[in-house]
Every structure is written in C-alpha cells, then in structure tokens.
C-alpha cells in the first residue's frame, strides 16, 4: 500500500534525546555500546600488563599498578555515583538506560582492573578487604542483573493482566460470594469464611515475601476444613459447600498469585539491600586502603 | 381607518423589545406587535428556571433593555417592568396577516383580527420559534411525540427519548433526568453546536449515568410506546413513555415571501439582509433569530442599531470595534463592511454566509498579514486550523516521500482558497511548508469553527469537500494530476464515515472493485487464516486501499476495517479505471504497490504474534494516537521510575498510571495520554486551555479553571484532576537525612484523594502528560527507565518495527 510516510507520523516529538520506535534492553543498550567500551577499556589495561613486565613483579606499587587502581578508584566512584543520577531527573540528553548499561560493564571490567591492579596478590589485609567487598558488590550486581533479564517476564505470566489491587478487589468479591453461600450451611461453614477472610495474610515478614508462601494461609485451612465439613453433608447441601468451595479456591489462586507476584518484587529489590551496603563498606575500605597506601608510602 | 406609525415593530422577543424600547427612546411613534398575549414569547417557553446565558462574552451590550446572564424568570421580570418604564407601546394578540409596500410609500400591516396599521419602516423581528421542525421519519405526530417542554418537573418515573444536539435538548435532557430516566439522542459523534456550559453538564451527565447517549444515532421510526434508532451498531428499538423532539426552527418562508423578501435558494431559508439589516425590500428590516442570529445579545444589539438607522442615526454595529482589528491590515485598509463583502465574494468557504454569520465566524478567527516569504506553517508541524487567503497567494512544498529524489513540487493556492485541509481533517501533521508567494491576508479557523461552518452552511461543505477530495487524489495517488483528470474522478467520488470496526471492503466479495483513499482515521487490513482473524496490515490517512481488486479484477483478499471514526474517499470503480487508463504510470505505480504487499503477506501471515499485537493496540485506541507511551513489561523491573520521573519534571504529580492498563504479548499499555490525532480532550475546554503545539504535544495552560470537561471527555482515563502538592526536601536531604518523600514525591494516591484538611484547599486543575514540552531530552518518563522497557512511538513506527523485529 502507498502512501506518504510523513503523515504516518514520525514517532517521539521533536528534540527528544530517544528515536527508539522498539524497545531495548540496557544490556545491549545502541548496540552493545559499553560491552565495546569494556573490551577495550580491558585492552588497555591487558595489553601493558602483559608486555611490560616490572622488576619485583606486578603489583599495586608499580606505575601501572598505580594507574589501574586510579581507573579502578574512579570508576568504583562513578559507579556510585549511579544511585544519585537515577534519581535526579535533570533535562538533559541522557538516558537512564544507558547510564545502567555502562554501569554493568564498566563494574564488570573491574574485576580484571582490580586483579591486575593488585598483581593477583592476596593476603590479610585491607588490600583484599577492598578487593574482596569489590567482587561481592558485582557478585550482588551480577545477582540483580540476572533477576532484572529474569523476572520481569514472570511477572506479568503470573498476573494474568490483573494488578495487585484488582486481586485484593476480586478476593474481597470472593470473600462476599464465599459467606452468602456458607449462610445455609451453618455455623460450622461460616467460621471457615471467616477464617479465610480474617487469617489470611499476603506479605508480611521478609521471609514470608521473599518465599511467596504462608504455611499457615487461612484460606488453605478453610478449604481443607470445608473439604472435611461437607463430606458428611446431605445432597444439596452438598452442592452449595461445592459452590462455597469453588470460591474459596479460586481466592486460594488469587492468592498464591498475589503472593507470587510479592515474592517477584522483592526479589526484584532484595538484591538491593546487598548491592548497596557493600557498596557503602567498598567505599569505606578503598578509602582505607588508599589512605594507607599513601600513609606508608614515604 | 388605520393608526399611523412610524415604525412598526413585528414581534417582542429580545429583538422586538429592544428595538421597541430604543424606538420610544427616540421618541419615534411606534408599535410592537406580539402575536400571543405575553412578551418573549420564545423565551416565556424555556423550561422553567432555565439558566440563560450571556454569550458571546468579549461582545458589548446594546440596549435600553437590560440584559445579564440569569435565570429565565429573573429576566422576563426584569424585561417587564422595564416595557412599562420604557414607555414603549405593545399590542398583545396581534398577529400579523400581511405586510403590504415597501415602493417608498410606507407600509400597510393587517391583523388577522382585520386591525391595520400604516407604517414607515418595518420591523421584522419574529424569530423562528413559531415553525418548529419535525421529526423526519414515520410516526413523526404521534401523541407520544412533542416538539416543546415547558415545564420538566411535570413528568415523574417516565422513560424519555430526547432527540436533538442543539442547548434546548440538552437543557431539557438535563432538567428531565431528575426524576425521569432520559436517553438523548444525538446524530453527531459530539455536542459541536451547543453552549459550552450545556456542552459540559450533558457530558458529565452522560458520565456519570444519569442521561444515557446515543451517539452518531438517528430515528427511524417512532411506534406507539417506542422508538426505532439507527445506531453505529445497528437498529436499536427503545422503549419510551415520551419523545421530546428539540430539532430547532426554520424561518416561516410562506409569510416572508408574501411580504416580497427574497430569500436565497438552498440556504437555511434566512432573508438576507444588508449590514444595516434591510431586506430586499426598502424600509422592511429583518433582525434576532430571523436573520440568521439566535444569540439574544445579538438580537437586542441589533434591535437597537435598526432603530438608529431609521432614527437617522446610524450606528456601527457592536462588534465593529472588534472587526476592524480583524480586517486592519487587508490591503487598501476598506472599512469593516466593504472589507466584509470583499471576502464574501473572494473566499470560497464564506460564498454561503449571510454576512453576520460571516462576522460572527470572523469574531472567532484570527487574520494574518505576511510579506512574500513568511512561513505560515512548516512541514511536519502539528496544527488543527484551516486558511483562507483573503488577499495574495501562497506555496506550498510538497516533499514526495515515495520519490524522495523528486525535485519538490509546489503548489499554490491562490485568492479565496483555503489550505491546511489535511491536518484539519486528519488530525496529522502538516504535510507541506506554506509561504507567502506575495504579501498576502491570511484568516485562520480554528478547529471549532471550520467544524461549525462546515456543518451549518451546505454550500461551503460542498466546496470543501470537492476540493479536498481533488488536492487528496492529486497528492496520494498521482502528483501530476491535473485538475481536468482529478475532476473526471470526483464526481464518481464520495466521503464515507465510518465507525470504528464498520468493515470498509469484506474478504472474498465479487461485485466490488471500488477503490478507497483513507482521509482521516486509520483502518486494519487482515484476512481469515484457519478460521482466525489474521492483521496483515495497519492503513492510517493518507494511504490506499482495494487497490488489489480493481487492478487483478478479482474479489477482495483481504477484510479492511476502520480502527477508528474514520472517514474514506470511495471512488468508483469505472471512474478509477478511466484515470488508469489515461494514466498508465499510476497503473504501474500500485502494480508496484501491490506486489510488495503480496511479498510481504506470507511474512506477515506468519507473524502471528504481530497481528495479535496489531490488534490489540488497536482496540487500545492506537488508531488516533500519534505517540504512545509503550512498556516492555520483559523489560519493566516495575520500579515506578517512570512515574517518580515524571512527578519530578511536573509539579509533584505524576501523568502516568504505570501499573494500570492491559497488557498483550509483553507489550503494556500504561495510563497514559495517547496525544490524539483529533484529541476528545481538546473538544469542549471552556477557556480554551488545552492545546496542541506545532511538535504534537496536546497540552494544557494556566488558564484551566478546573471544570474536569476534558477529563470526562478522555476515553482513555489519563487526565486526572490535582492541585500541587506542598514542597518537599531536596534529593540529599531525603537521601542523607531521610527528609520528606523522596523522589517522586507524594504517592499519587493520596495527591489525588479527596482528603480534607484544614485550610483553604488549593484550586485542583487538570493536568495530562505533556510529553514534558519544553524540557530538553524529551519525555522524563522514558529518559528515566533504566532498563530500556519504556518508548514513546508512534504507533505506525511501532508496528513496523515489530514486523522486523518478529
């Protein structure tokens, strides 16, 4: 079919620091953009590490130690830095997505940065303190990455095209639908429904979101109670305790959903909670470290 | 014998009355003559309490009568008393029966009770209200049917049919729904002829259930206890205790024509008459609602001025001050009414006009003066208003995106044309950059007022749609075409609407080979594969389709559907055939066309996920986006940055609903404003606050009073009410210190919760995405995801990208 593209439209207003008309991932972020910078940021660093060789063998005292740990220091910095930016929502030509895609592979790169800088030396030191706060800060980073490919996807799955709220609307619905059905069925029924509804916990404790599960979920009590009550009961009643039944199960999935998706979310941001105190205790031990190089220089 | 007057005046609405007080003022003998036994008699029948407004505001009253924006009965009081103060003589049951004269020897009126009266001049001022329209379809008289309301509160527990767009439906609409269960019925998509303050009560009323709409619905037949409807969808019956037909008034032509007025064929049946108001017969005048004017300050300005005129004492009218800001810089600086008549005859839109409808369409436009050389517009501007040249000529550049090696091509427009149809309809960009060839005057409609004028004058929707139809043939089918061969074709061509889902052509249909140019709106192309729907293709204006059939002469292959209200050119068959034939260039052209599309069906018919996608976005209202805020939810690691961004960038409130809003495929639609290409926001803001800048942004000013029109108008839910929050600490602050909420500000929830608290409440107004306009980057949203889930698109750049990338 033909026909001007102009009045097709051309996408993102005038001026706009981003022309994308698809997504994409800050992994690869302008076609891999800082897995290239990193390749030869490593390179440079590589290149005379390997055909210079010092007297007394590498380590941090040497003038190219002293310039991998310079990198090293202001890149660590940088890196820091990042929980400012994302923050300030300044005008600018800048995009977050790429300030994360340098920060992942530039915080990457420092694992070689920081080993040659060190000259593959380890000991009991505040040295290797740093060196080692170094690697579990971009061990939690890699974890966090990871999650970020991961996770996202699963979520949406498991919402099935509901939020969070429209399942605590739909179990409140349930909750409605569950106690008009067990108000013919007695007094017995009518405690479960109100187990379900007053013992039913989402969230709460660190580990009850982070496992998405609650071992002692009212509602799941009540379905097994329910299951027990209505066994013994006459036909019909039987049927209306299947109705009651049917509900609560179908709030036993909203709930696991809702669970599920609670769990996704912090892990989403439990890594988080590792990243960043690391990196807190990185940026003291470097500190330490550089004093005391400095120190016991002269 | 019969009573000598100088004047005599027909009729004591406004008009009359005013024309009556300034007669007595001026110490002229005179006689009012009012048919019923009441003044006003027009406005005795509003329903009672009606609140009657003062429009248009910026005009200034005329007038011995007082007049101010008020309830109906507080201004009849008012006019009552002032009669008897003004000292003006009325004479009630005095229906006319014939005026007879006007040979310079005065006139003889005659009663129908056999009275007579000699006049000197006559004052017709009988308003339209004593010939009401009738329902045009079947059962049109039957006693459930009424053409007038004077008292709501009447009717109690009844199902009411309203039909009717106009202020009086939709009052009583209004005012019924009280204690009635009301449906108003209304032919047009919108309320685009009603009174603002209407215009929002019905829409919130509509809103929020208590009068039902059929919109873009007409009767087809009234039965006893119902109704029939024409709706969108299909036949609607409805049952009903009452219809309450408001469909205006035409002018009494039998009595006009009796008294030797002429009144122009194929009009609205208005006389016409001079700037003073005289008709073709000297000495009878013509003024109010009867002239083609139904304002009430209008009628009584006019009142006062025809009295002057016969006084003597002639005066400009009142929005002369007003007018001559608008024509001062046409060249030769005419005075207001030679400038008025100058373009009436040279515009083509405003031949139809009476002269205060063109004054009046030319109170709401704005004129321009240009030296050859000035840019009026630029390519790719957005921009919703339509030109006239009133003087001079400009260019326009058209850039031929298909032969993009082309040397561009210009094409002019010359005295009384009109340009800037192509934005204007579809809602787009402007396709051309248009300078001024020679110094020229330019007038510019607003989007509003082209509507109007479109809608109320036939002959300019004539002229319009011939000759866009003939620039749209010429600049999406074959550029070269001349105006001879475009002519051949548009006369086998006509406009269809159609409504969103209507199906434009049906896969496998063989007896039809007409061809489709879309003008606005966007349509689907798919085709039935294993028993599903399959999208092959999304067509926005601009663009041809039905093609395949005519060139193959073979049946549809595919099913083309509108993705909106969308409006196509249908050009016969044989007529398109006679222009291949003479053409054989367009002929090769959509061959070309044609095969590309068929190498890319099997690609696309394979890309399920494509089409699924495709129609998704379409049911999200992506066909009248220009840009869309879309989130990758593979990519979302949900950590509202988008929101935080945008509350950040817009006084502490965030325009997006990240979480909100369906998702297909991954693809998440947030709330979030789509900026559409005909913004349902923009159609009724009563300061005219809301906006469309020349890069697409629909945004709004400071001037929002905060009425929550738009907001009610937006089907898509993204403008929300808010006032600003209070301030807050700084990053570090929060960040160092723990002070205040930190980035984002306040949770929208509770911004947006009515929560009362001590002290003056800050003024809410609304506030909508504004693709952060004028903030340098661009969107704060998508600047401030860190992982690259959020883009703004247009949805076409975004549907083509998906078939690569799928």
Redesign the interface.
Known sequence: ??????????????????V???????LV?KQMRWVKAMVALLLLCIVPYVVWEPEGGHDGGTWLGYTLGTIGALIILWLTWF??K????N???????G??SAHVYLGLSLIVIATLHAGFQIGWNIHTLAYLLMLAVILSGVWGAVN?AR???M??RN?Q?Q?L?AMALEMLELDRQAADHALPLGDAFADEVRRSRNETRIGGSFFRQISGRDPRCGTTRAIANVRALAESMPGEQRERAGALLVALQRKQELLRRARKDIRY?AL?DLWLYVHVPLTMALIAALTAHVISVFYYWG | MAERVDVAIIGSGPAGLSAGARAAGRGLSHVVLERTPLYADTIQKYQRGKFVMATPDILPLRSDISFQAGSREEILDKWGEEIDTAGMAIRYGAEVKSIKGGNGAGFKVTLQDGNAYEAGKVVLAIGVQGNLRKLPCPGADLPLVQYQLDDPEAYEGETIVVIGAGDSAIENAIALAKQNQVIIVNRRPEFARAKTGNLIAIEKAMANGTVEGAMSSSPVKVEPGGIELKTPTGNRHYRCDRIIARLGADPPRRFLESCGIQIPAGGPGFPEVSVTYETNVPGLYAIGALAGYPLIKHCMNQGYEVIETIAGHPVAPADEPLLVEKVIGMPGRPPVDQALEEIKTKVKLFTGLTTLQLRDFLLDAETHVLLAGETVFQRNDYGDTLFCVVSGSVEIELVDDRRPNAPPRTAVREEGDFFGEVALIAGRRRSGTVRARTDCVLIELARRSAVKLLNSVAEARAIFERTTIMRQLQEDLLPDLTDAEAATIVDDAEIIRFEPDAVLMEEGAEDDRSVYLIRSGSVTVSKRIEGRDVVLAYEPAGHIVGEMALLRNVPRNATVRAAIATEAIRIDADAFQRLLDVRPELRLELERVVLDRLAQEPVRESRDQWSGITDFLVDQGIGEATDILLIDESLCIRCDNCEKACAEVHEGISRLDREAGPTFAMIHVPTSCRHCEHPHCMTDCPPDALHRAASGEVWIDESCIGCGNCASNCPYGVIQLAAPPPPKAGLLQWLLLGRGPGPGGYRRQDMLSKKKTDGPQPQKVAVKCDMCKGIEGGAACVRACPTGAAIRVSPRQFLDSMVHRS
């Open positions: 079919m033909s026909g001007p593209p102009n009045r097709g439209g051309r996408g993102a207003a005038t001026g706009a620091a981003f994308d008309v698809a997504p994409e991932s800050f972020y929980g400012i994302k923050r300030r929502y005008p600018g030509h800048w995009m977050l997505k300030w994360l970020y996770l996202p996807a979520m949406t919402r095209n939020t709220n979310k989403m």
